[in-house]
């Protein structure tokens, strides 16, 4: 959820698990073309991206979407952070799910760069998002005998809200690098990674935040050297991905301030998130679950963990060299673990 300070720093600036074993994967050697054709797919003339509209209570829009490859039985739509950010975020997933003959889809919430993005402030609730997240479901005709909800970061607040409403429709369920309660997040900031800190350091930017001076370069400076480049992505800033960078470059500030609001350790002031928490539903949840964490992550690991153990069908996975984007700098752990979860949810059906 950290990202809004993140895209000014850039600008300023320029999961314990093995391979899966005894699981069969997909032979697509028979038919090569079986995963990449788009011979006769509506989406054809676009190369898999289709503008989807959604109705609203203030009009209709529409969201972009675009398909990567072919498997009627696995189909991962991936709901990104921010809120605000894009589907950049997740693009190092073309490296590993096309050979696992997984069909995916990219997916730009209302208000996202590739997405419309009208200025109303009334847009941007939970209960909306969910109800968009369904209109897309019905347009990319997903449900429960193929149709895996993935969601990180403010997409994983959004994943698990759409379970609790529409579980009936999910063959599985990912929540990766969010807990279930902002304030358990705020809580585990200001007493874990606050803390873990430079005194000095901690001391300075919480002077900062008290005075809300927020553009202040000294902050930026502050959260990169000590905070960033440790719990988002466990890089230096100039090794970041490309499709990293861009998704920040892309983020919009409106939604995420609205939602998320301005400071670096935890929802604070007015942000609409600040009280979310859903501890007491996570019982509620029937379809086969998935929670990731990171060992270096802004969430706390341990949570993700206790999320598996909530949930009725629950398996946890653990980065343990990632941090809030592991799909990237723990990416030996991250995509082994949840490729092994798609198939053998897919193998129980």
Known sequence: MRYFNILILIFLCACQSSAPSDVVKPDISADPCAYVTMTGKADQSTGGIRMIPISTPIGDFKVWTKRIGNNPSKKVLLLHGGPGGTHE??????????????????YDQLGSYYSDQPSDTSLWTISRFVEEVEQVRKALN????????????????????????????????????????????NKYAKDVLGPAMDPAVHKELMAIEAKQDFDNPRYLELLFEHHYTQHIM????????????????HLNPEVYIYMQGYSEFGVTGDA???????RSRLKEIKV??????????????????????QVQDGTFLLCPEGSHLSQYDDQSHFFPGLIDFI???????
């Not at 609409?272 to 859903?278: F, G, R």
């Not at 198939?343 to 059906?349: M, P």
Request: aromatic share 16%; glycine share 8%.
């Open 89 to 106: 975020f997740f693009e190092s997933f073309e490296g590993y799910f096309p050979q696992e003959g997984i069909e995916f889809y990219y």
């Open 142 to 185: 997903l449900g429960p005998d193929n149709f895996y909800l993935y969601g990180q970061s403010w997409g994983g607040i959004l994943a698990m809200e759409y379970a609790l409403k529409y579980q009936e429709h999910l063959k599985g369920l990912i929540i990766s690098n969010m807990v279930m309660s902002i304030p358990e997040y």
């Open 234 to 249: 466990r890089k230096p800033l100039a090794e970041w991905p490309e499709s990293v960078n861009r998704a920040f470059k």
């Open 272 to 278: 609409t998130l600040i009280d979310w928490d859903v």
């Open 288 to 309: 086969p679950t998935l929670s990731i964490g990171a060992s270096h992550d802004s969430m706390d690991p341990e949570h993700m963990r206790w999320l598996a153990d």
């Open 343 to 349: 198939h053998k949810v897919d193998a129980k059906k």
